[in-house]
């Protein structure tokens, strides 16, 4: 009995890449169709994603901003919640000071101060809710979901991110 010849062919070029041997093994690892669009690219499905806007992360960039407000920045954002834009963690509970402190490893002052700093640059809104302070993300800058609900729109219209990206 005579042995087929198998090998490892590119399927665009229909060259051989390699000629299999006895003894070679092959793990077939399949790539799932639903991740490939017609066009040979593929749907990166790896978590949570936002819109942050070009223009807005270059006037971040250039702003007086601590390392601190960095920090708090990005900290911030993957909390951000579905347009409503609301800064929340684990199951809608609200950020505050003190989650900003813990997770920063900073002063309860540096906290205060960067927030505080935060809300004078419009990054951020604070709006209190019976006994909760709520604070929520400037959409103009970042935002998650297809759109901004009316609530998050009016607080943050008149603000100059909102003002710079109507142009």
């Known amino acids: 009995m005579e042995l087929i010849p198998r090998a490892i062919v590119d399927t665009d ?25 017609p066009n040979n690219r593929v749907l990166l499905t790896n978590g949570t994603w936002g819109k942050m806007y070009a223009e807005a992360l270059d006037k971040l960039a250039r702003l007086d901003l601590t390392a601190s407000d960095y920090k708090a920045i990005m900290l911030l954002l993957p909390l951000v919640r579905p347009n409503s834009g609301l800064i929340a963690y684990g199951n809608y509970k609200p950020v505050n000071i003190a989650y900003v402190e813990k997770q920063l490893a900073i002063s309860h002052k540096t906290a205060m101060r960067t927030i505080q700093k935060l809300m004078d640059l419009r990054i ?7 006994s909760d302070t709520l604070y929520f993300f400037n959409p103009y800058i970042y935002h998650k979901g297809r759109y901004i609900n009316k609530t998050l729109y009016e607080m943050f219209k008149k603000s100059e991110w909102a003002k710079e990206a109507k142009g």
């Open 13 to 37: 070029t229909g060259k051989i890449l390699y000629q299999l041997q006895k003894g070679d093994r092959l793990y077939i690892k399949r790539f799932e169709k639903e991740q490939q669009t």
């Open 124 to 130: 951020i809104a604070k709006n209190i809710s019976g």
